[in-house]
């Protein structure tokens, strides 16, 4: 018998820079329950979206300077609140739509500590069962407005383990190779930048792919000018599904299966590692 495949889909969305404004903040919430929509209609059983699905907070809108002077982050600014609000509701929606969801957003820390740049696994119960806070953290982000992550992040859906990624995490080949050894079956990467020329982002996931023979599923914005979409890339690093050319809102859809690529590219990997180590 073939061993059963997942349907996953990968989002492309729309990114606001302004978590003060609560307007924004539902609006990108709408946005996004409106794609898992579609893509539990797709029979999808995992949706994945882009770093700052809710909100990419800019760090002009947050600098306690700004807008003009890059600063220390005011996050007393954000609202809070609305961002919960909208998280909730998407956590609900997964469990009404009995699919899972790996949600990007700043995850807020007690005290005054700067928040993490995060991404929370919803499960098919409407439950929040993981979360990946960034780990290599861009220099604006480590400088004024973000708290490091530390740890790898994996969870499992219908056999299926995954790890996460987020940001400038990608441009970091060892974080990758990490997850070969903690034995995925793919990672998801969001990543979200403004600025043009992002295709390189595209080339390194599908390197990440093919070094690693596993899957790749690569959400990134909605961003017409961006250079790069959504794509979900397979263990021989051919790309098999990808997101609205014209950089608009949309999913896309694909079944990701075992390929016999992946254990033998893993397998030989490890006996390698070990012979050399020894």
Not at 15 to 35: M, Q
Not at 41 to 58: N, Y
Not at 68 to 90: F, H, M, N
């Amino acid at each position: 018998m073939p061993e059963k495949t997942l349907r996953i889909a990968v989002a492309q969305s729309t990114v606001h820079e302004d978590p003060t404004d609560p307007t924004l903040l539902r609006g990108s919430g709408a946005e996004v329950r409106d794609l898992m929509r579609r893509a539990a209609d797709a029979g999808a059983r995992l949706v994945h979206f882009t770093e700052g699905a809710i909100c990419f907070p800019s760090k002009r809108v947050m600098s306690e300077l700004g807008p003009d002077e890059i600063g220390p982050s005011d996050w007393s600014r954000a609202d809070w609140t609305v961002l919960q609000e909208e998280l909730d509701r998407i956590a609900a929606l997964s469990g009404e739509l009995r699919v899972w969801t790996v949600i990007p957003s700043v995850h807020q820390l007690p005290d005054g500590t700067r928040p993490h740049n995060s991404m929370y696994v919803v499960s098919d119960q409407g439950t929040v069962v993981a979360r990946y806070d960034e780990r290599m953290l861009s220099t604006t982000k480590i400088t004024w407005m973000y708290t490091p992550g530390t740890e790898p992040v994996t969870f499992e859906v219908d056999g299926y383990r995954f790890g996460l990624a987020l940001g400038l995490d990608v441009l970091f080949p060892e974080l990758f190779t990490e997850y070969d050894r903690l034995d995925v079956d793919g990672v998801l990467v969001s990543y979200c930048s403004h600025i043009p020329q992002n295709e390189h982002i595209g080339v390194q996931s599908r390197g990440i792919a093919v070094t690693n023979t596993y899957w790749i599923c690569l959400a990134a914005a909605a961003n017409p000018d961006g250079g790069l979409e959504s794509s979900v890339i397979d263990p021989r690093g051919n790309l098999v599904a990808e997101g609205p050319a014209d950089g608009q809102p949309g999913i896309a859809v694909t079944d990701v299966a075992r390929a016999d690529v992946t254990t033998i590219g893993r397998e030989f990997r490890s006996r390698t590692r070990d012979r050399v180590s020894s």
